[in-house]
């Protein structure tokens, strides 16, 4: 977990089934990389908010532009590498051990986000100091 890169951060083809009525992604934890314990979702979030500002130590999620745009700078403390979420068949495969930055919100947008973990506090790292201590083990 401390040792994830941003390199092992991908996006994934959740895949879409077309139909003559739209379409449909569906997302089963029976074929996730984690089961997934809690699902929210981000919207009215103003194109100049940045959201995240944190990692975590050992939740792992899939976050996915389910309308809209947005951008996920992920940050490993060492390297940088944006991820430009806008299509809602895809996910963002966030590791743990990453910094995580959201920002340049479509109007419009919803950030869908399954996570592999309940909702506690002491899973986040909220300061980026703290967060580079942790990823150089000071």
């Given at each position: 977990m401390k040792n994830n890169t941003v390199f092992d951060c991908s996006t994934v083809d959740l895949s879409k089934v077309h139909t003559n009525h739209g379409n449909i992604t569906?997302?089963?934890?029976?074929n996730n990389p984690f089961e997934v314990k809690r699902i929210y979702y981000l919207y009215d979030v103003p194109g100049v908010v940045?959201?995240?500002?944190?990692?975590?130590?050992?939740?792992?999620?899939?976050?996915?532009?389910?309308?809209g745009s947005f951008d996920v700078i992920l940050d490993d403390g060492t390297n940088k590498?944006?991820?430009t979420l806008n299509r809602p068949y895809l996910a963002l495969h966030v590791l743990p051990g990453l910094w995580r930055e959201l920002s340049n919100f479509s109007s419009g947008s919803i950030t869908m986000v399954l996570a592999s973990k309940i909702y506690?506090?002491?899973?986040?790292?909220?300061?980026?100091e703290e967060y580079i201590k942790y990823k150089t083990n000071e």
């Open positions: 569906v997302v089963e934890n029976n940045e959201r995240g500002g944190h990692a975590h130590y050992e939740l792992e999620q899939y976050i996915i532009a389910a309308s590498q944006k991820f506690e506090e002491k899973d986040y790292i909220r300061n980026y």
